[in-house]
Nanobody, 127 residues
Framework: QVHLVQSGGGLVQAGGSLRLSCADS????????VGWFRQAPGKEHEFVGA????????YYGDSVKGRCTIARDNAKGTVYLEMNNLKPEDTAVYYC????????????????????WGQGSQVTVSS
């Protein structure tokens, strides 16, 4: 069973960068698509990006496109989310998620397509 553990996050100044990690020790994790979502106070979950488990192709939300990179290291069972040129509006709790059917359903952008979720990482961007 996939069990996602997140690390990273914290307080960052505007214009700075951060890297979040999402890890799982199960070998199947390397074959699953992994998505990143965020939730700001009073707002709904927002798609940040995703990486395919089958092709490695990445997908990004419009609000972070050009500032965000998702990569995976299957040897370490870890997926990384890197963001640069951070803005105060990037402040949110960030979640990683994975699932065995995201690739086949091509449901990268929809949180309902994911089965397992990390515990969340608070990211606060100060102006």
């Amino acid at each position: 069973q996939v069990h996602l553990v997140q690390s990273g996050g914290g307080l960052v100044q505007a214009g700075g960068s951060l890297r979040l990690s999402c890890a799982d020790s199960e070998s199947a994790f390397s074959t699953y698509a992994v998505g990143w979502f965020r939730q700001a106070p009073g707002k709904e979950h927002e798609f940040v990006g995703a990486i395919s488990g089958s092709t490695g192709k990445t997908y990004y939300g419009d609000s972070v496109k050009g500032r965000c990179t998702i990569a995976r290291d299957n040897a370490k069972g870890t997926v990384y989310l890197e963001m640069n040129n951070l803005k105060p509006e990037d402040t949110a709790v960030y979640y990683c998620a994975s699932g065995p059917y995201v690739d086949s359903m091509r449901s990268y952008y929809h949180e309902g397509g994911y089965d397992d979720w990390g515990q969340g990482s608070q990211v606060t961007v100060s102006s």
